[in-house]
Structure formats: structure tokens, C-alpha cells
């Protein structure tokens, strides 16, 4: 493969809070390539959102202080212009927020947001516009396009709101979407096939996907390549079926311990991890999930584990200083 | 859910109707209840007996007082107010005559208002809790905390007597020209533009600030959009709820402001005239002009009422209304 | 106008960008500007109660040599066309001021506070009058019915007073109102009223202790607002008996001499503007939303 997609390197971000600097994001690094599909896992404050909303430039230097780089196809993310930024925002690259509802301008009728998408083209004009618009509607699954067109966002269900978002983030055929908790505000019969939607899209549009979520399973199902985030460092990377079939970071095998599972006819309980996330402005010295962790060895209270690759599988890393054996894991 | 709403309209306007009559009542029995004789007043104390007789006759007061009320109410309904005691001009003639002046200066002084608090109000919500923000609010502040007589007598003494921009007094109309009319209302304008300014900055700011953190200016953002795009496209819109309900409400207040204004800068408006009349103690007039003012105060308000789903659809389909504190 | 221009507030601690929540001032810091004001209110009262006494000067003192006396030992803040001094005049005025701006206001409380929360108690046809005489009241322009009031009632504080109260007492039953309909939802009210504790306690141990933040902000901006009519309706030569000094009349009486000597109504007009604004600026410090000043206006 050539360059990738987005290419992200040792990004930091850090907020000033009335307590002192509060670092979201900590030394963080991350690819995607083209029609790649990449999935960041972990908590809710682990720094996810932020790192996305970072990637693609929304939060900028403006809003906290950055370091590290971010590429796009190339470019320089970080010292671009703000109009530069905003150029590639609708086109190249897009987003899909958690809440549909909120997500939705709550008067505009919802064709004429996804107009306004793709009247960033200056070749489109307004008719053209409004026909592709419902060509959208009728591609993300919306049943009589043409009608809906003229909906507003709270006349809409929850999952066709959603698909109004991805229909306004797709709209120009972006290389790159981000998708930040985009079925967590979703009903669970709704969620699967949204997710499908976007594998489709993925597929077809060759899009590169960031997907952000919480829930394992559904970055099981729906990625290609995984990043477990803790506290604001990633913990684990590498393919799906690496990382989440054989994890070697303990805080990735208590994140599946704590699924409810039935598998193989073998009923496993949840293990919930206990404690909470770190203080982000008073981070603990050594590894962050150490003092959550039941398997914590000496080292682990006072040296950084380094984010490093797994000696027997390529492209899988993780950062532990008493990693899980491959063989106790299935 | 349309019959509905056809439904909740009607008691609104049973209400109305209501409250008008209320007012009208109070208005009449608040001249016959108090004490004093208006005929005796009018006169002044070194009137004969037999004189203030007369006019009481004249004027109709010695009848007993419910009929007097029925006369009165009987001629509201046909559109006749009675007679000023001062000067025998009908209260309607007297209206026709003077409201085009007291609503002319009211539109100017709005949008005077509007003109400097919606920029205003942009430009604090997009730098909020900036220096520019802050001084933004210092000035809203003053001019909220400034009376417009003050306002009023300040300009006089810089506009008029310093650089002889526009006359001190005085009322040019139409037919004098354009120029000699505009320069007769602007300062009264400007005078009673304060207060608004202040209040629609506040209100709009807050309202936008809100808007602005919501989610949709997010996604408008990430659409790539123009910051003045997302400004009036899809952030001023939702935030002009509370401005509208202000509107309403100030749009009444300045009713009564005009009392001031008007009679600071020697505007022939209804303000004016309603100071001349409550000083005459020329109950028939004052009671006459209140009832009016009470009557397009209401149904200014109620006019806003009604807008509220135009301005946000969101509305007609959900029960409440915001800011319902009734 | 000269008067002394507050310096903006500094910025509060920012808050860190990713938080949402609308946060309230109360309790914090004073500002530079609230202090000012606090500074002005003290100042104004003080000043109004000590200083007659201590200087010795009669407001009401005419004196041919003094007239339009300029700063001066004597006349510290100038004197008026007919020799009267100006501080004792405006430092009168301050007394009928603050004597009305704080008596309407609080009758204005007292009267509506307790009807806005029966209303909110017990709905029904109880709170269907009560908010049907709200709207009547408020079915006139408050400055509208103060005059007609107070040009009915006839001269003196008192009915200036009383033609203040009315047009504003509603406005403290819708207040009062809707923050006790808010209460009234929260599940520990609900709790003692299971328990059986009768009405008026709950109202004056749950209710009223909860609401009153609500109203305090209410009542400062209230008082300007009182302020303000009391001005407007002096500077029209109606309600305060024409002898008595007051801020509007003096500014009413200056304007004709506002080309040669401006101090006739630039020093009424700085202690009109200072306390009303003052009054603003501390009641602002309640509550972020600005409720409390733009719905003082209705």
C-alpha cells in the first residue's frame, strides 16, 4: 500500500483546567489507509473523542495545546490555515456524532442540511443538489426519500436521523470519516444495521473509517484494525482479530472479561473492572492502569510501559509490563 | 392536533377578551371611585356651586355611577373613548391624530435597537469571556441602567447644543421633508433605543451561546461551513425565541417610555399627550388613552404568542411553550 | 456622562474546553466591578445618613452669592441657579430614592412572594385568579400605570410608593411562581408532604429558602428598576411634591442651564446612573442568565 490515509504521530493534546494542564491525549500514534476501517476503543474519559475530534482537525490550536503531527494525504493537519482546514472538512474528510438529534439542526429540514453539504461543490447548483440529495436519502436506507426530504430532524426515528448524518457525511464522497460513538444513542436492533451501512459504504465509497466507540463487539464485528485507548495513551494496536483474540495488555483482557458472553455454550461471568480512570491532571507515575490492575508487578507503579510490538505477530503491539500469555488466551 | 391548537388559540383569545374588559372596568371605576370631583378640579376652587353643578351636568356626573359605566362601555365598544375635559377633542381624534408620531418613533427607536444588539450579541457570543465581550456588556450595562431622560438630556446638550446636528425640540412632519422629519425623531429615538439595545443584547447573547454549544453548530463546523454561515444559517434562528418574547414585552414598555421621551424632546405623540392629560387631571382623556395603550400592549404580546411556532417549528408540534411561567 | 466607568469585570477561571455544563458565579470571587458597586451602594447610604448632619447645609438653602458655585470647600459638588448646594440636594434625593426603591420593593415582595407560591401550591381555581389579576396588572406598561396612579393618588412619597408597588408586585408572583412549581417537582418536597407537615411550614422551611437566591437577584435589579420610574415620573414633576429634591426634578430644573453649567445635571445624573447601575452589576452576581435584569423590565 502507499502513503496511508491519515497518518497520525505522538499527538498530544492538553486543556488548561482551573487544576493545572489536563493531558486528553498522550503520545499517540495511528494509521489508516485507504477503505481501511479502524476502530479506537476504551472508556468513556479515555481521551477517544478528543483524539478524533483532534485527528481531523476540529480541535485545534485555538482550544488547547497540540503537539505532534497529524498528516493528510501528505498535508500538514496542524499548520494548515483555518480555511484550508475547512476545505477539506465536508469534502475530504467528514464526521458522524454520537446524537442524531442533537446532531440535526432542529429546523432545517433535513434534505436541505445534506444540500448545504454538497453545495460546498461550487459545479453543484441547487436543483442538482436537491436530486442528489434525495439519492442520498434513498442510498443510506431512507424509505420515500422525497418525502423525508422535507422532514425535520425531530418528525424522524432515532436510526433514520442517523442515517441522515451519515447521508450528510458521505455526500461528497470523503476519503476519510470519522465516526464518534455512531450507534451508542441507538436502539440495539437499530444499531447493527447502521453498522452495516457504514461496512457498505466503506466498501463501495472506499472510505477510510475511524470508528470511536466503547463497545468491543461492535469494533469486533465492524473494523479491520484496533487501537485500545487508556487514559489518554493507547494500550494496544494491531488487527481485530490480534488484539481482540489474543490481548496482551491487561487492561484490553479485563475490558473483554467484563463482556456478558455466552459462547461455545460456555456462560462466563462478567468480571467488571473496579476502581475508576485516572485523574488526567495528576496521571499515576507508572503504567496508567496500574492501580486498577489485579495483575500490577513492581514496575508497573513507577515506569511508563513503552508502546512496543509483540515479538511473534507483526503490526500488534501493546504497552505492559506484565502482559497476559498468548496460550491462557483463546 | 390541529383542532387542538385551533383550541388552545380560542381560549387565548377568550382570555384576551378578558382581560380587556378587566381593564376597561378598572380604568372607568378608578376615575369614579376615587375621591375628588373632576368637575370641582377642573374648575378649581374659586368656582361657584352652581358652576361646578353645571358642568357636572354637562359632563354627565351626576348620573349614578353603574349607568355612567354602561354609557362609557357602550361607547368603547362603538369606538368612541368620550371627550378630553381640557379641550372637548374626542380621545379617538385625539389617538388618529397622535399615534402615527408614538408608533413612528417606536419602530425607530427598534431599530436602532436591533440594528446595534444583534451584531452586538454575535460578536459577545462568538468571543465569549473575552475582553471584547466584557466591554460589550459594560456598555449594555450603562445603557440599561441609564434612564432615558438622561440619555435624552445628554444628546440635547452634545448633538443639539455642541455641534447643532439636530434641533433640540420640536417635530417636523412629513410634509416638511424627509430630512427636517428624520432629524426631529432621531434623538428621541436614540433615547429610548437604550434600554431595548441592552435588553435584546442580553437576551440574543445568552440565546446564542446556548445555540452555539449545541451539537448541530458541531456538525455545521465539520461540514466545513463559513463561520458567518453558521452564524445566521443555522445558529441565529434557533436563538431568536427569547428575543421575540422580548420584543413583545419591551415593545410594550416603551409605551410608556414615550410619556418621558416625548414630552423631553416636545413630540406632539401620544406619550406626550398622556403626560399633559395625567398633570390637567383630565380623567376622561387619561382613562381613555390607558385603555388603548393596555389594549395594543396586550395584544402585542399576543401577537408574539402567535408567532412563536412560525419562528420555531419545534413548537407547533409540542404543548408547552417556553418561558410559560402563567 | 463623566461618571466614573466600572472597569470590566476580570475573566473567571477558564474552564476547561470539553465541559458543557453552564456553570453559576454565586459564591465565588467578587469582581472588580461588583466591588465598585458594593462600593457606591455603601457610600450613597452612608453619605445620605452622615453627611446633612456633619456639613450642616440645608438643601432647601437658597444663597444669591453661591449661585452656580463652581467645586468649592464650601459647595463640594457646586451649587444650583438659586444658590442651593448641590451634594445636600442630590444626598436629599438619594433619601426618596432609596426610601422608595427599597419600600416598593419590598411591599412589592412581600405581597407577591407568598402569592406566587399559594398559586404554585394548590392550581386550581386558586392560582387561576390569582394569575388572571397578574395579567390585568400587567396588561398596562408599568411606567404607564405608575403615572396613572400616582397622578390619581396625588403628591406624596408614599403614594409614589404605592404607584410603584402595583405595576411591580406581579411580576414577583410570576417569579415566585414559577421557581416554586420547579421545587415543587423535586422528590424531597414530595417526601414532606407524605409525611403530613402542614402547608405553611413546608412553604417557609422548604420553599422559601430555595427560592430566595432567585429573588434576591430579583429584588437588586427591582430597586434600580423602582429607581428608575421614581426618576421618570420626578423629572415629569409628578408624584414627589415639587418642593421636595429629588434626582429627576433637579435634572428636570438643570436642563435649561445645561450650556453654561452642566454640574446641574451631570451630578444628579451620576448618582442616578452609579446606583441603578450598581444595583445591576450586584444582582447580575446571582444569577449568569441575566433573568433576573430582563425580567425586571416587564
Same mark, same amino acid.
Given at each position: ?39 479506537? @476503543? ?42 484550508? #482546514? ?9 464526521? @458522524? ?12 429540514? @433535513? ?20 436530486? #442528489? ?13 422525497? #418525502?423525508?426530504?422535507?422532514? #425535520? ?143 500490577? @508487578? ?33 | ?78 369606538? !368612541? ?51 471584547? !465581550? ?80 449545541? !451539537? ?65 387631571? !383630565?380623567?376622561v382623556e387619561v382613562q381613555g388613552l390607558v385603555l388603548v395603550i393596555a389594549t395594543c400592549f396586550v395584544l402585542v404580546n399576543a401577537l408574539v404568542d402567535v408567532l412563536y411556532p412560525v419562528i420555531d417549528p419545534r413548537l407547533a408540534s409540542s404543548r408547552r411553550t417556553r418561558g410559560g411561567a402563567r | 456622562m463623566t461618571a466614573a466607568a466600572p472597569v470590566p469585570a476580570p475573566v473567571p477561571t477558564p474552564e ?5 455544563? %453552564? ?37 432647601? *438653602? ?29 444626598? *436629599? ?111 417557609? %422551611? *422548604? ?35 415639587r418642593t421636595q429634591p429629588t434626582w429627576g426634578g433637579m435634572i428636570n430644573e438643570g436642563r435649561i442651564y445645561m450650556t453654561t453649567d452642566p454640574l446641574l445635571i451631570l451630578v444628579p445624573g451620576a448618582f442616578l446612573l452609579l446606583t441603578i447601575l450598581s444595583l445591576n452589576l450586584i444582582s447580575d452576581r446571582f444569577l449568569v442568565d441575566g433573568d433576573a435584569v430582563t425580567g425586571a423590565r416587564a
Open positions: 500500500m502507499s502513503e496511508p490515509l491519515l497518518q497520525v504521530r505522538d499527538l498530544v493534546v492538553e486543556f488548561r483546567t482551573a487544576n493545572g494542564p489536563l493531558r486528553a491525549v498522550d503520545g499517540v500514534s495511528l494509521d489508516v489507509a485507504r477503505g481501511e476501517r479502524v476502530g479506537i @476503543v476504551g472508556e468513556s474519559g479515555s481521551g477517544k473523542s478528543v483524539l478524533s475530534r483532534t485527528a481531523m482537525g476540529l480541535l485545534g490550536r485555538k482550544d488547547a495545546r497540540i503537539s505532534g503531527e497529524i498528516t493528510f494525504r501528505g498535508q500538514d493537519l496542524l499548520a494548515m490555515s483555518d480555511k484550508q #482546514r475547512r476545505d477539506l472538512w465536508g469534502r475530504e474528510i467528514a464526521m @458522524v456524532f454520537q446524537d442524531p438529534l442533537s446532531s440535526l439542526h432542529p429546523i432545517t429540514p @433535513v434534505g436541505q442540511q445534506i444540500v448545504e453539504t454538497l453545495r460546498r461543490d461550487p459545479a453543484m447548483d441547487k436543483t442538482k443538489a436537491r436530486a #442528489r440529495a434525495i439519492e442520498l436519502l434513498d442510498m443510506v436506507g431512507i424509505p420515500q426519500a422525497e #418525502r423525508r426530504f422535507r422532514s #425535520r430532524a425531530h418528525e424522524l426515528s432515532g436510526g433514520m436521523r442517523q442515517r441522515v448524518m451519515i447521508a450528510i457525511a458521505v455526500a461528497n464522497s470523503p476519503s476519510l470519516l470519522f465516526a464518534d460513538e455512531p450507534t451508542t444513542a441507538l436502539d440495539v436492533t437499530v444499531q447493527a444495521r447502521i453498522l452495516e451501512l457504514f461496512d457498505e459504504l466503506c466498501r463501495e465509497l472506499s472510505i477510510g473509517l475511524v470508528m470511536v466507540s466503547h463497545d468491543l463487539g461492535v469494533v469486533a464485528r465492524h473494523t479491520d484494525a484496533v487501537s485500545v485507548m487508556y487514559a489518554g495513551r493507547i494500550s494496544e494496536q494491531g488487527t481485530v482479530d490480534d488484539v481482540l483474540r489474543s490481548p496482551r495488555m491487561r487492561y484490553t483482557s479485563a475490558l473483554l472479561a467484563a463482556i456478558p458472553r455466552i459462547d461455545h455454550g460456555r456462560r462466563a461471568l462478567p468480571q467488571p473492572i473496579g476502581g475508576l480512570p485516572p485523574d488526567l491532571v495528576n496521571p499515576p507515575a507508572g503504567c496508567r492502569f496500574a492501580p486498577r490492575c489485579a495483575h500490577a @508487578v513492581a514496575a508497573c507503579a513507577d515506569q511508563v510501559p513503552p508502546l512496543e510490538p509483540a515479538a511473534d505477530v507483526p503490526g500488534h503491539a501493546f504497552a505492559c509490563w506484565n502482559p497476559t500469555p498468548t496460550e491462557v488466551a483463546r | 392536533m390541529n383542532r387542538t391548537r385551533l383550541l388552545r388559540v380560542g381560549l387565548k383569545v377568550l382570555r384576551l377578551a378578558a382581560v380587556l374588559l378587566v381593564v376597561s372596568t378598572l380604568c372607568f371605576f378608578s376615575l369614579a371611585l376615587l375621591p375628588g370631583d373632576p368637575a370641582r378640579l377642573m374648575l378649581g376652587d374659586a368656582a361657584t356651586a352652581d358652576a361646578v353643578a353645571t358642568l357636572r351636568a354637562q359632563l354627565g356626573l351626576d348620573l349614578p355611577t353603574m349607568e355612567r359605566f354602561g354609557h362609557w362601555i357602550g361607547g368603547v365598544l362603538q369606538g !368612541d373613548l368620550g371627550e378630553s375635559y381640557r379641550t372637548g377633542q374626542s380621545v379617538t381624534e385625539i389617538l388618529g391624530e397622535r399615534a402615527p408620531v408614538t408608533v413612528e418613533l417606536i419602530v425607530l427607536s427598534q431599530v436602532i435597537a436591533l440594528g446595534l444588539a444583534v451584531p452586538a450579541a454575535i460578536v459577545a457570543a462568538h468571543r465569549r469571556r473575552t475582553g471584547t !465581550d466584557r466591554a460589550l456588556s459594560l456598555w449594555v450595562f450603562t445603557a440599561l441602567s441609564t434612564p432615558d431622560f438622561v440619555v435624552g438630556v445628554v444628546l440635547i446638550w452634545i448633538l443639539s447644543v455642541h455641534l447643532g446636528w439636530f434641533p433640540a425640540n420640536g417635530y417636523a412632519p412629513w410634509s416638511d421633508g424627509v430630512g427636517p422629519h428624520l432629524s426631529s425623531l432621531i434623538m428621541p429615538a436614540i433615547a429610548l433605543a437604550g434600554t431595548s439595545f441592552a435588553l435584546y443584547q442580553r437576551v440574543l447573547r445568552a440565546d446564542l451561546v446556548e445555540t452555539l454549544r449545541q !451539537d448541530y453548530i458541531e456538525v455545521a463546523r465539520a461540514k466545513g461551513l463559513s463561520l458567518t454561515r453558521i452564524t445566521f444559517r443555522h445558529a441565529l434562528r434557533p436563538s431568536l425565541l427569547g428575543l421575540s418574547t422580548q420584543i413583545g414585552v419591551t415593545v410594550g414598555m416603551l409605551i410608556g417610555s414615550t410619556v418621558v421621551v416625548e414630552s423631553l424632546f416636545g413630540l406632539p405623540g401620544i406619550g406626550d399627550e398622556l403626560a399633559g392629560a395625567v398633570t390637567a387631571r !383630565d380623567y | 476547561p474546553a470539553p465541559a458543557k455544563r %453552564r456553570r453559576r458565579r454565586r459564591g465565588g470571587r467578587w469582581t472588580i466591578a461588583e466591588r465598585l458597586s458594593a462600593g457606591w451602594l455603601i457610600l450613597l447610604v452612608g453619605g445620605m445618613l452622615v453627611l446633612p448632619t456633619l456639613r450642616g447645609i440645608d438643601p432647601l *438653602d437658597i444663597g444669591a452669592e453661591s449661585r452656580f458655585a463652581k467645586l468649592s470647600p464650601e459647595h463640594w459638588l457646586g451649587a444650583d441657579n438659586l444658590g442651593r448646594d448641590l451634594l445636600a440636594r442630590a444626598l *436629599d434625593g438619594a433619601q426618596v430614592s432609596v426610601l422608595i426603591g427599597v419600600g416598593s420593593v419590598l411591599i412589592a415582595a412581600l405581597i407577591g412572594v407568598p402569592l406566587g407560591m399559594l398559586s404554585a401550591y394548590y392550581g386550581g381555581v386558586i392560582a387561576a385568579v390569582i394569575s388572571f389579576v397578574v395579567d390585568v396588572i400587567l396588561a398596562f406598561p408599568g411606567l404607564v400605570l405608575a403615572l396613572g396612579l400616582a397622578s390619581f393618588l396625588g403628591a406624596s412619597v408614599t403614594n409614589v410608593m404605592i404607584a410603584i408597588t402595583v405595576p411591580m408586585f406581579p411580576v414577583f408572583v410570576r417569579l415566585a411562581r414559577a421557581q416554586t412549581l420547579a421545587l415543587l417537582e423535586t422528590e424531597y418536597l414530595e417526601a414532606s408532604e407524605v409525611i403530613g407537615t402542614p402547608v405553611l411550614s413546608i412553604m417557609r %422551611r *422548604d420553599v422559601l429558602p430555595n427560592i430566595s437566591e432567585a429573588i434576591l437577584a430579583f429584588g437588586f435589579v427591582s430597586i434600580g428598576r423602582a429607581i428608575l420610574i421614581e426618576g421618570s415620573l420626578s423629572f415629569l414633576g409628578i408624584g414627589v411634591p
